[in-house]
């Protein structure tokens, strides 16, 4: 099966930067559309941005549009989601996230995807 570990979360002023990371094992890494999720405490986990199994098509949400941008390495098994002009609102859980190995394009829902990493913390200070 598929097994995913995020890093790269931390603590960061508003305005700052954060590069999470995602990597993948125990599987077909390139065979898998990639996305980012993040959960903040009493909300619904929400679609931050995906990529395509050969990551030349990217989708966002439109509060991560302009600042976040998401990218693979299928060479080295990773995701990235590079956060920039981070504000308080981005606070929460970050997950990483990949499709069963038929699921093509982009996808923006939480049961587009199969398999889940730990999850990061992220908190943005104002």
């Known amino acids: 099966q598929v097994q995913l570990v995020e890093s790269g979360g931390g603590l960061v002023q508003a305005g700052g930067s954060l590069r999470l990371s995602c990597a993948a094992s125990?599987?077909?890494?390139?065979?898998?559309?990639m996305g980012w999720f993040r959960q903040a405490p009493g909300n619904e986990r929400e679609f931050v941005a995906g990529?395509?199994?050969?990551?030349?098509?990217?989708s966002y949400a439109d509060s991560a549009k302009g600042r976040f941008t998401i990218s693979r390495d299928n060479a080295k098994n990773t995701v990235v989601l590079e956060m920039n002009s981070l504000k308080p609102e981005d606070t929460a859980v970050y997950y990483c996230?990949?499709?069963?190995?038929?699921?093509?394009?982009?996808?923006?829902?939480?049961?587009?995807?199969?398999?889940w990493g730990q999850g990061t913390q992220v908190t943005v200070s104002s």
């Open positions: 990529i395509s199994r050969n990551g030349i098509s990217t």
């Open positions: 996230a990949a499709g069963r190995a038929w699921v093509t394009g982009v996808r923006t829902t939480p049961t587009d995807y199969a398999y």
């Open positions: 125990g599987g077909t890494f390139s065979r898998s559309i």
